[in-house]
């Protein structure tokens, strides 16, 4: 499989604002917290007092048990939507997975490439390297929030993976989360990004997407307070 082709970063779907990257722009927060293995929180201005928290340096440190078990199933190549710093993609590699990784942040697909994952820089929206022939596509860690249209992502994804193929996806803890936003992302010292669109989705609303999308759903599982629901192309 290929995987040196770059993905173009925005400007492909005609004035369309998905590919505005998560944490960007501003300030740049989440660069330096990928530097830094800092804390960020994702801000919706309508919803004061309701942020959300990521640790980053979960995503910097290796894949734990959870990741891991993610991928004991997976037979054949992987891609991982929004990758990040690429703890899957190496964990992968591990397992002998053929992975690629898909991110908007030139930060976090620097910091994959250098730990030995394969990583391009570009947005899940644009053409992707063997599309239509991936095993498996991971959009984990909140990133079924990318672009703030779930069944858009999802039917994207539909398309990059083969017939049959599977999409693992991490829910919101809360199965009845089901939002749609403008966000910012905020680290601790106040440092504040561009706007970009998000979702928070919980299983019940990942059910109605993935119907929209074309997929049908084969299971759900919850393990270690992190919910997960594996769908699977026709």
């Excluded at 960007?24 to 201005?45: K, M, N, S, V």
């Excluded at 991110?103 to 644009?126: E, L, M």
């Excluded at 966000?183 to 609303?205: K, L, M």
């Excluded at 074309?214 to 919850?222: A, D, K, P, V, Y």
Aim: with cysteine.
């Amino acid at each position: 499989m290929t995987t040196d082709t770059m993905l173009t970063t925005g400007g492909s779907h005609g004035g369309d604002d998905r590919d505005a990257a998560f944490g960007a722009g501003g300030d740049e927060p989440y660069a330096q917290a990928l530097a830094t293995d800092g804390h960020i929180r994702l801000r919706d201005p309508d919803r004061p007092g309701h942020d959300v928290t990521f640790d980053v340096g979960r995503w910097n440190a290796p894949a734990d048990e959870v990741d891991l078990s993610l991928l004991e199933v997976v037979d054949g190549p992987l891609i991982d939507i929004g990758c990040g710093p690429g703890r899957m993609l190496v964990a992968a590699g591990r397992f002998g997975i053929p992975a690629l990784g898909v991110d908007v942040s030139p930060a976090a697909v620097s910091i994959a490439q250098h730990a030995g994952g394969r990583a391009i820089q570009g947005s899940v929206f644009d053409p992707v390297p063997d599309e239509g022939h991936w095993d498996t596509a991971l959009v984990i860690d909140g990133n079924i929030g990318i672009g703030g249209d779930p069944a858009a992502l999802l039917e994207r994804c539909r398309a990059i993976v083969r017939p049959g193929g599977r999409i693992i996806v991490e829910t919101n803890a809360d199965p009845d989360a089901d939002r749609t936003y403008d966000a910012r992302v905020v680290d601790a010292d106040g440092r504040t990004s561009s706007e970009f669109p998000w979702a928070e989705v919980g299983q019940r609303a990942l059910r109605r997407d993935a119907r929209v999308a074309g997929l049908r759903e084969s299971q759900r599982w919850t393990v270690a307070g992190r919910s997960f629901c594996e769908l699977r192309r026709p």
